[in-house]
């Protein structure tokens, strides 16, 4: 990234904090890992409905969308690690494999590149070390 490209992402960043200040001074230090612990996982018909069949009957499963989604927010990087931790939770309880969603992740590897791909098994590697914590 140019330095450029790097000042105008910090004026964003801050501006977003700035505007998050404005509407709830409360927001300013919300932990993104609490949405986490208050909202694990979804109910399967929850997912379903949202994910799945009720949008689109015809389509895809609510477990292929969200293989979808871990593929996607690989590409984005460390950037959405909350979404990342939560979107392969999700996975799981839609009934997706650890190998399934490890093999999206090393998919995208090809469009992220390698730190990327190690970056979201390391966050799926902890997220299985929760669960079998659980």
Known sequence: MTDAFNRLF???LQQGHEMARAFNPAM???DTKAFEKLIPTMPADVMEMWFGKTFNREGLDAKTRLLLTIG???VQGAMAEPQLRMSIR???E???T???IAETIYQMSMFA???AMQKALEIASSVYDEENEA
Do not use: C, F, S
Request: proline share 5%; no cysteine; aromatic share 0%.
């Open 28 to 30: 300013e230090q919300v």
């Open 113 to 115: 590149g390698l730190p």
């Open 72 to 74: 996607a927010i690989t």
């Open 98 to 100: 650890k190998r399934e």
């Open 90 to 92: 999700q996975a799981l």
């Open 94 to 96: 839609a009934g997706a």
């Open 10 to 12: 910090q004026q964003m």
